[in-house]
C-alpha cells in the first residue's frame, strides 16, 4: 500500500526520544502533535493527566475504559509512547502513566499562554498600508503555487496538460528547490541535462501523490523538505517546529519576521516557494520583514481525513477552480464538480486543465465543454491507472472528495430514509465502489507487509497471549494457531509485553 | 492472508473525529460566588474554565464553543458576543419585573430582552455602582494582561474567545445592580438552556449545509419542526445516544456549571423540563457540575423537605412566590439539574471542593497551573481540583464517551417533579388524566389549572382494597368475548 502520509508520519515517530523531547519545547510543536496526530481516547488520556500532580496508575487508567474498547485503549497508549508522551513510572510501587514533562509543559503553556516562548507568532504592527493583502488574495496566491507544483508534475506525464497553463494567469513554474525535492522523493524523475533543459517524468508515486488530497499532499512534501533538511545544513527538529509554527498562525494577518531567527528565515524562504507562506517583496527584490501564512498553513493541522472540514474544502474548491477566467463566476459556490453514474459514466463541471489532466489518469474521456467534460471509466482506464501505481482506493477518494454536491445530498437523503444508523451510504454508487476494487484485484494479488515473524513457542499459552495482545493494539498481521507463528508490522509493543510477561512469571 | 485485519480498523479510527460544540452555561449568580469566595473565587473558577475551553478547541481544528452567562436576572451570551451587541449593558433593575415572566416564554424572551437592551446603549448611569462586585470584577489573569496580547505566547483562537469571554463578563458583572442581585437570588438556568439550545440548532443547520453545501440540509430538516431540526438523522429514535451517525452531524453538548444549591428553581420547572426533552430528543448531553456552597448550611444533597427556612431566603422576600418554594428549595436545584444529566445521558458530577482525596492536593505541577488567585493553599489546591474534574470527565466529545469511556454517572437520581399548581418539589401528588400535570393538592372544583377538564376524583382518600377475583375473571370473559 503505497500510503505516503502513513509513511511521512510514521517517518516521524522513527525520530529518537531526545529529538521529541526537543520539539516539544515549543508549545505549538506540542499543541500540533496533540491536535493532529493522537486519537480521541489518546486526547482524552493526555488531557486527563495534564494537571494531574501524580502520576496515574496503570489499573486505575484502565477503568476509566469500557472493557469492550480495550483495543482502542492499548493503541493509543501504544500511539502516546511511541511519540514520547507518555512514559511509564512507578508510582508507589506500582506501574502508572506520566506525561512527559517537556509535552506537559508545553501543552500547558499552550493552553494557559504562560511562559514567554512566543510560540504562536508576533503579528506584524506597522504594516504598510498599500501592502495589506487579502484573504481571497492569499488564496489566490496558495492555489496558483501549489497548481503550479502539480500542474508540472502532472503535464510531464504522458497526458499531455493542454496550454491553457502556460498562459498568464495561471499556474506558476515551480522553483528549482521544489524541483529538486520532488526528484529527490521520488515523484519525479529527471532527464536530460541543464543546458539543454529537462524534462520531468512523473513516477509511480508520484502518481499516487497527485491524487491524494490537498492537506495529505502537503505534508508529504514537508515531511520530504524536513528529510532533506540536512543536505541544506539546517537541523530537522528546528525545521519541523518551524513548520508547526506556521500551522498554528493565524489566515490573513500579517506576521513579523523579527522574532525568526537564521533557520527559520531560510525555511521561511522556502515555504514561499511552496505556496504556504506568502511574502511581498520590496521592490529592490528583497523580501520585506513580515509574511502571511495562507490557508495552505493554516490548515496544516487541521484533520482533514474526517471527510470535509469547512477549511478545507474551501482551498479545495479553490484550487479546483480553473485560473483561467471563463469559470471565474460559475465556480463560486461549487466545492465538488464530479457526478459519477452507476452506469460508469462521470461528468466533471470543471475547466481545469489540472483536474481534466488528473481524470484523465483513469477516465476515458469522450467529449469537452466549456464547463463540462465528460467520460466512462471503463476496465481498461482504471487498470491502466493502476499499472502506473494509482490505488483503486485513491481512485475512490479522489472521486469521492470531489464529488458534486448533488451526489452527497442524494447519499444523505438514502442515509436518512436508512432504518440502520450504523450503515454509512457511501457518497459513490456502490456497484462503482466495487468494481473499482475488483478491477484492481485482477492486477494485484499480493500484497507485502513488512514486519516481523514470531515463531516457536514453547506452550500454547505462551503463544496465545502474545498474539491476543498483538491483536489488541492493532499490530497484528497474520497468525497461525496450529504453528504457532504470528505475523507484527511493529514489534516494540509486542516485545515489552512480552518482557514483561517473562518478567512477571518468574517473579 | 486478510483474516486479522486490525492496523486498517485502526488507521480509520484515528482520524474519526467530527467536530464538536460545546456549550458553557455559567451560573453566574453573583450571591452564590460571594460565599464559595473562600474556597474557590470567581476569577480563579473562570480561569480554569477558559483553560477547558481552550482544551476543548485544542482537540479539534474544527471544535466549537460558546458560553453563556446564566446571570441572577437574565440569561446572556458571553461567547459569541451576539453582533448587534457590543457590551451587553441593560440596568437590570429597571427591566427585571418578574424572572419569572421572561423565562416561562424561553429563548424568544430572552432574545427580545437583549435586543432591547441594545436600544439603551450607553445610557447606564450604574457604572460606579458596583461596588457589590467589586471583589470578582477584578480577572487578574496572565492571558488579559495587555504585554501579551501580541507576544504570540498564546495561540491565537485561544486568546479571541478568551478576551470576549472576559470583556463581556466584566460587562455584566460591572452592569448588575446589588438592588437586582438583592432582588432575584435564583439563576436563570432555562433561559440559558434555551439559549444553547437555539445556538446548537442554528449551528448544527450550519454544519449540515456546509458538509452538503446549499441548502438541501434545511429543506431536509425543516419537516421535523423548529427544534428538531438539527439532529437530523439522529433525532430519529429519540432516546439513543447518537453515536452511531458521529461523521454526518455536529456533535453537541451542554455543561451546566451550577453554584446555586439553594436556588428555587422549581418555579422555572416546566421551561427546564422542556429543554431537558428537547435535548433529549436532539440527543444532546447535558453535563452538570455542582459546586458545592461552603459549609454553612451543609454539603448539598440535602433531605429533601426541611419545614425550616434556609439562609439565604432573606434575599427571598420581595419574590412573589416565595411562600412555598423556600421551604424546600435548597436540594431543588440538584433535583432538576440530576434528572436534567440523567435523561440526556450527561454526566452529574457533584464537586467537592477543597479536596479531600489527597490525590489531587500534593501538588508538584502549580507553576504552570492557571490558577491567579496568589492567597491561601486552599484556594489553589480547590481551583485545581476543579479543573481537574473538567478535563478528566468533562473533556471527552459524546462520541467518544458513549464509545470507550466509562463515565462517572450517578445512580441514584432524584425524580421527584415540582408541581404545576405551587412549584413544590412532591414525591406523591395528583396527575391530571388529560394533560398529565401535576398538582400537590387538590385543585380547586377538581378542575385542572392546566387544560381545564373537571376532574372525577372518586373516592379519594379511600384506604386501598384488594380487588376480588371475581371482577377479574370478569374483565378475562369479556375480552374473550
Known sequence: MADTTLQSWEYLETLPGTQFYRLYRSPASALAIFRKRLTSLAKTFVMMLLYMPAPLPVKQLELFVKDASRGEREYAIDLLHRYHIFKDVSYNGAKAHALTPDFARSLRRALTGAGDSRSFGQVATHVPHGQKVTIAQLDEYARQRWEGILGYMVGSSAVPLESTTTEHQAAMQPSPGVIELLKAGHLIELSGTHSRGQTAKITKEGFAFVLQDINTQIWALLFLYVDNAEVFEMDKVDVLSFLFFVSSLELGLAYSTAPLDETQQRCLSDLVSFGIVYQPLRDDGTPVDFFYPTRLATTLTSDSSTTLSATNTTIGSSLSKSSSSSS??????????????????????????LQIALLSLFVNLRSRHPNLVTGKMSKSSVQRAIQAGITADQIISYLTSHAHPQMRRHAQ???????????????????????????????????????????????????????????????????NDKKRMFFVNRIEGVRSFMAERRANAQG | MNAVDGSDHFGRASHDQAPSLLTIILDTNPAAWSLLSSTLPFSSAIANILVFINAHLAGNYTNKVAVIASHCDRATWLYPTPTEQKPPPPRSSSSSADPNNRTADGASGVRHDLSESTKRLKLNPHDANNDHDSSKTPLNLDSSSPSSLETGNKYRPFRLVEEEVLQNLTALLSSTTPDAVSRSPTTMIAGALTLALSYINRESIAYAESLIGMTAAVAETSTTGATGGGGGGVSSSTTTTGDASTNSSLQSRILLVSVSPSTDLAHQYIPIMNAIFACQRLAIPIDIMQLPLPTQQGQQPQPPKQPTNNNTSTTNTTTSNSQSTSSSSSSNSTVFLQQAADATHGIFIAVQLPSPSPSLSGSTSTSDT???????????????AFLSYLLASLLPSPSTRAAHLILPTRIDVDFRAACFCHRNVVSIGFVCSICLSIFCSVPDNGDCLTCGTHLSLGRYGARPVVVAKKSKKKQHSAAAK
Not at chain 1, 332 to 350: C, H, P, Q, S
Not at chain 1, 429 to 447: G, N, V
Request: hydrophobic fraction near 30%; aromatic fraction near 10%.
Open chain 2, 370 to 384: 492557571p490558577s491567579t488567585s496568589p492567597s491561601s493553599t486552599t484556594t489553589t489546591k480547590a481551583s485545581q
Open chain 1, 413 to 479: 437523503a438514502e442515509q436518512a430514509r436508512n432504518s440502520d444508523p450504523n450503515l454509512v451510504v457511501p457518497i459513490l454508487p456502490a456497484t462503482i465502489l466495487d468494481q473499482i476494487h475488483l478491477w484492481q484485484l485482477e492486477r494485484d494479488r499480493m500484497t507485502t507487509t513488512p514486519g516481523f515473524l514470531l515463531k516457536d513457542f514453547p506452550n500454547h499459552a505462551d503463544y496465545e497471549a502474545p498474539c491476543r495482545y498483538a491483536d489488541e493494539i492493532g499490530v497484528l498481521v497474520w497468525k
Open chain 1, 328 to 353: 471565474q463566476s460559475s465556480s463560486g459556490t461549487a466545492k465538488g464538480f464530479i457526478i459519477v453514474e452507476t452506469n460508469y459514466r462521470l461528468y466533471a463541471y470543471t475547466s481545469s486543465p
